[in-house]
């Protein structure tokens, strides 16, 4: 028998505007298995908190190499980091505020942990950021992660034992599933979630590029 690792009604919503916030709006974890976690328990964090922990400047540039040297537009100016790319909530709630500072407004709310996000640009300490509906804004850098996730898109997505149509099923995953992303090759990537291990289509999972290959 396939096992399907379903999700909660409520967890379909990733991002609700700041001034709707309901205790009863929080979506609802996967139920997975402890040992399934994808990060370490957190509390949740909001800009306000993150903003009392030390912050190092950043590294001193060389005046006459930043005159001469035309920014690049696929790197951040901050990290050097490509952009866009993709990153993971770490907490369990992130402010998403409309600029890059804690003077602006918080436009949203961001309320499922380890769910994926694009950063697309970077300026200072904060990052900004869309989730899969496009949803977005400025993020403070400490609310996310490196870690990578993937969110299902298709409907009792089959994940295989190998990359392969013909392969057989470890499992079904249904929409909006958070799984953890591990390899991938131009067309499959290997995921897990609920505790079940497998490759899915690329094509169906937001989180990772369509060009990308991972080891």
């Known amino acids: 028998m396939r096992a399907v690792v379903t999700l909660a009604l409520l ?55 930043q005159a001469s040297a035309e920014p690049d537009p696929s790197v951040g100016p901050e990290t050097n980091l490509p952009l866009p790319r993709f990153v993971s909530l770490k907490t369990d709630e992130g402010n998403v505020r409309r600029g890059p500072s804690l003077s602006h407004r918080i436009d949203w709310v961001f309320l499922r942990r380890d769910m994926p996000l694009q950063v697309i640009a970077e300026y200072g ?52 599933v958070i799984a953890r992303l591990g390899e991938c090759n131009p067309d499959w990537c290997r995921i897990s979630a609920g505790g079940y291990r497998g490759w899915a289509l690329k094509s169906a999972l937001w989180g990772v590029a369509s060009d990308e290959i991972r080891d």
């Open 125 to 176: 300490h904060w990052r900004r950021v869309v989730d899969r509906e496009g949803l977005g804004g400025w993020v403070h850098y400490a609310l996310l992660s490196g870690t990578r996730t993937v969110i299902v898109d298709d409907n009792l997505l089959p994940i295989r034992v190998r990359p392969s149509e013909t392969a057989p099923e470890a499992a079904q995953l249904e929409a909006g």
């Open 11 to 65: 967890a379909l919503a990733t991002a609700v505007p700041a001034q709707q916030i309901r205790p009863e709006a929080r979506p609802v974890s996967l139920v997975l298995p402890d040992e399934d976690i994808l990060d370490e328990p957190s509390t949740n964090a909001d800009l306000t908190e993150v903003s009392n922990t030390p912050i190092e400047p950043p590294a001193p540039t060389d005046v006459s190499e």
